[in-house]
């Protein structure tokens, strides 16, 4: 950490410099050649004068108040007295560093958040088809995540995941399943593979996932399932819904995981709709009655999500156009 020299006479400087034996001085005029993430201690009067953007620790004499309200209304980090520091004031600066280097991240938030919307797949041109997305998430980042790609002229491979948790570590989940996915060419194979690696590196975090390919050639679509709920919907004009309701673990749980493939042919202006959980907590009720309203909802295309949710929520529709 930095202290800075001050320009005033100060009686107590030398016995803080002995307590603090391991900071560097420098002067005011060199600030600007210095990492402006390091945290400096410096006299209040100096932080009043120059305003210099370094994160600062500001010492007053005890008829300074006013002196310290106008240095933390300028975003001083925190105020100390100069012939009163704190009885350990190394271990208080470990503990102001790391509330500072904590505000730093959440200030990197919203940053994080277009980065990681970036990492959305840009939409595609597929014969026949339509593909449809929302993605919501419940705070800067989100745990859940959808992707689509082409394997072949006639053939997208498409999924959509719901890490455990919030937060971070989730999102970071959701960002390398993005890097991952090219490797794989069916359901089957992802969903293999992406466990695998979780198992292996044993992190504390479990995704459920529905993914699968559509030819939109022959309109045949394969899909499997991992945990996840609600279960995928088709929509087909004068037809009742069809849930697809499948039994299967979440990956991250065990190495030993049984994927099931299912195999349907998409009819003329059908639907196939993947929700993340989140989907459902616009609505009241218990879990059947949620699922029952998002279904209607779904299928009358007025679904709307409010402007703050609870939870993440990431929608994926196939549609046929003809």
């Not at 005011?28 to 120059?50: E, K, S």
């Not at 697809?244 to 190495?255: A, Q």
């Not at 909802?297 to 609870?310: E, I, K, M, R, Y």
Request: proline share 6%.
């Amino acid at each position: 950490m930095y202290f800075i020299q001050p320009t005033r006479k100060i009686v107590n400087l030398e016995q803080m410099l002995e307590t603090l034996p391991n900071l560097q001085m420098i002067n005011i005029a060199d600030i600007h050649l210095y990492d402006p993430t390091i945290i400096a201690i410096a006299d209040v009067q100096d932080f009043l004068v120059h305003q210099w953007s370094l994160p600062t620790i500001v010492i007053a004499h005890e008829n300074e108040g006013t002196a310290l309200s106008q240095a933390w209304e300028l975003g001083a980090l925190a105020g100390w007295i100069w012939n009163k520091l704190p009885a350990h004031p190394e271990h208080s600066l470990l503990k102001i560093d790391a509330q500072y280097k904590r505000n730093q991240d959440s200030r990197d938030l919203p940053s994080a958040a277009d980065l990681q919307k970036r990492l959305l797949p840009n939409p595609i041109q597929v014969l026949n088809y339509q593909i449809e997305t929302f993605f919501q998430p419940s705070a800067y980042l989100s745990g859940d995540w959808y992707d689509y790609w082409k394997i072949s002229d006639k053939e997208i491979l498409f999924y959509l995941a719901d890490v455990s948790g919030h937060g971070v570590t989730s999102s970071l989940l959701t960002s390398w399943m993005a890097a991952f996915h090219g490797r794989s060419k069916t359901p089957r194979e992802l969903i293999k593979k992406l466990n695998g690696m979780l198992v292996q590196e044993n992190i504390e975090k479990h995704i459920t996932m529905i993914a699968g390919t559509l030819n939109f050639e022959s309109h045949e679509l394969r899909w499997s399932s991992a945990g996840h709920y609600p279960p995928a919907i088709i929509f087909e004009p004068d037809q009742a819904p069809k849930i697809l309701n499948t039994s299967s673990f979440p990956l991250g749980l065990t190495e030993d995981l049984e994927v099931e493939e299912f195999v349907c042919q998409l009819t003329r202006h059908a639907r196939f709709i993947i929700c993340s959980d989140g989907a459902l907590e616009p609505f009241s009720g218990g879990l059947n009655e949620q699922f029952s309203q998002l279904v209607y909802h779904l299928q009358n295309q007025s679904f709307q999500a409010p402007d703050h949710v609870a939870d993440d929520i990431a929608i994926l529709s196939l549609r046929r156009m003809n």
